[in-house]
């Protein structure tokens, strides 16, 4: 008796485990007869459910219901159907299989040019296993594995459901067709927890509504926010996207943060809304980034009303490169409380214009334990102001408040512009650039050029020869990278394919120039750096398109002051107070006429001495910084060529 017992338990947990499903339910829905259907009709497996999940969506129920068999739904990459309600039972789990997903865009479930899909699932969790895709010894690095992927899909529910564990971002917003957005997405009382890069990233979305919604715990990779709304291309659009009584808390970085510099004065006007949210505990509670200048910035305007940014670890508002024109910023009726910085910071950045601002703060309310002002300007341009920023800003400070009024004049006695000698870049534009051809004699440096995110490296080739380079496309911090692309542009703007570098990797690459002149080398390494160890003709890195972006590349480098050169200027700086840079300046002569260590905010070096009567080689020389880290720093060349080479051959000059 005991061992038909042991048998009948045993054969039930093996119906448990594995169910071959009801093919005649499925025949039903297949030909029509029923709209509602369960998964488990089409089976179960506890090793890998992807085939019975997978065809289970595929099968034209306008209503699938994942139930709740006992144990979780293994299962690798999903896709969705149009025209669809999935629902969750309560207790579901879907689970990625270990040991898969090894692409790095593969995604638990996406819904890429679908339409008319909800996803209704209160008590269910999507999970992934994000501390393997951190693993560089089980995974290739890449931030993109998303627990759920919009990708211009139009009118979804995601309802409920919790998303944790990605190897990317809890819910991703992206781009499946150029131009074609995600619209009419309603997101509601759904919780992102412990994911890679974000809780929520929104590319590109039209009429967006995100309600109850939890984002927690975000830690990996940056920018690690809350939520990140940041489009990659003008073409997309944040255009009526509202989140409402939604909550942020202990991301390591922003929780609500609006990256917005790919958005251009042609793109649409942003309208965005955060009511009643709250952010707790994040690095930095309120975040917003635009264009550098204030004639291409995006328009319309974001409304922050009614919100509470409690205890971030930084400050409580940052706004960064936000011309006083552009996108308009309105808070009413906020609250700072408790920020381990200042509570409000401004700051210009490379590239920015003179003056930036355009906020206004409304009646916004500061607790704040520690004694200092309210608000931070940091100049990192050199010479530039802060205006148009308006506001009621009332701080308590233990037991006593203060109430001020930010008005230009506050503004103008609070933060006085920083004053360094205005020297304008040197107009290239409708001009020549040909060799220097200086015959400055000089050590040449082999050490390796290595560039941030973007950059331009410049050589001069004759017809039909053979240009040889060595890339190098390396890692910062744990900012993942995909395959480099590398085109040459030549003297007469035709384009050259001349290869790509994987992530991770050096390469060689060649290629024939087919005519005689400059030319351009444009250096994308997204987040990360590019080094470039060699190039067969002399190379030098431009500056023409605004500052030279370094990191950690020290040693000298030479540029050319043409004869008869009046004033000329470079400004030298780092990343901020963590990151900063020892500069020195050499004449021709080799004489030390300019030096500074432990550079953090913009320094000018300005000449003082009388134009020159023939072209001269001078050099700069970057090094560690004394006392301070030495990261990424930045060249603003003014007045003069604006190139840097390790070679003084590589220099050029103005045609007469």
Known sequence: MIAKRIFLYAAALSMTAFSAGKPELVSKVKSGELKEAKASWWGFDPTDSTVALQDAINSGASKLIIDNVGRTWITRPLFAASNQEIFFEKGVVIEAKKGEFKGGNDTLLTVSLKENVILNGYGAT???????????????????????????????????????????????????KRGVTNENIHIKDVVCDRNYRQGISVISAKNLLIEDTIMKDTGGTPPAAGIDFEPNHPSEQLVNCVMRNCVTENNQGHGYMYYLPNLHAESPPLSLRLENCVSRNDAVSFGFITSNSESDAVGGAIDVVGCLFEKPRGEGISIRRKPAGGAKVRFKECVIDSPGRSPIVVSSRPGCPRTIGGVDFGSLTVVDPAERLFIDYFD??????????????????????????????????????RVVKMIAPLELDDVKLVPADTSA????????????????????????????????????????????????????????????????????????????????????????????????????????????????????????????????????????????????????????????????RPQMFASTTPPPVRDEVWRLRLERATNIMCEDNYVDMRGIPPFLSRDPKALLKVAK
């Open 126 to 176: 999507l999970r992934m296993h994000r501390a393997d895709y951190d693993d560089p010894k089980q995974y290739k690095r890449a931030e993109w594995r998303h627990t759920l992927s919009l990708r211009s899909a139009r009118n979804v529910k995601v309802y409920g459901l919790t998303l944790a564990l990605s190897g990317g971002d809890g819910i991703y917003l992206g781009v499946a």
């Open 380 to 417: 990192w341009l050199g010479g530039g102001g802060v205006t148009s920023l308006r506001g009621t800003v009332t701080l308590r400070h233990g037991d006593v408040e203060t109430v001020t009024e930010l008005t230009p004049e506050w503004l103008k006695k609070t933060f006085p512009i």
């Open 441 to 600: 004699e000089a050590s040449v440096s082999a050490a390796p050029y290595y560039l941030r995110k973007q950059g331009m490296a410049v050589f001069w080739a004759a017809a039909g020869e053979q240009v040889r380079l060595k890339l190098e496309f390396a890692q910062v911090g744990k900012y993942g990278g995909r395959k480099m692309k590398i085109v040459a542009v030549a003297p007469s703007g035709k384009k050259i394919i001349v290869g790509e570098i994987p992530f991770l990797e050096t390469k060689e690459l060649t290629f024939a120039a087919p005519e005689t002149g400059l030319y351009h080398l444009p250096l994308n390494a997204g987040a990360n750096r590019c080094g470039i160890l060699e190039c067969s003709p002399p190379v030098a890195v431009s500056g023409e398109s605004g500052e030279i972006r370094f990191i950690s590349s020290a040693g000298d480098l030479f540029f050319l002051v043409p004869a008869g050169t009046k004033e000329f200027g470079l400004l030298v700086y780092g990343e901020g107070t963590g990151e900063g840079v020892k500069a020195t300046v050499f004449d021709e002569k080799g004489i030390k006429v300019w030096e500074k260590d432990d550079i953090t």
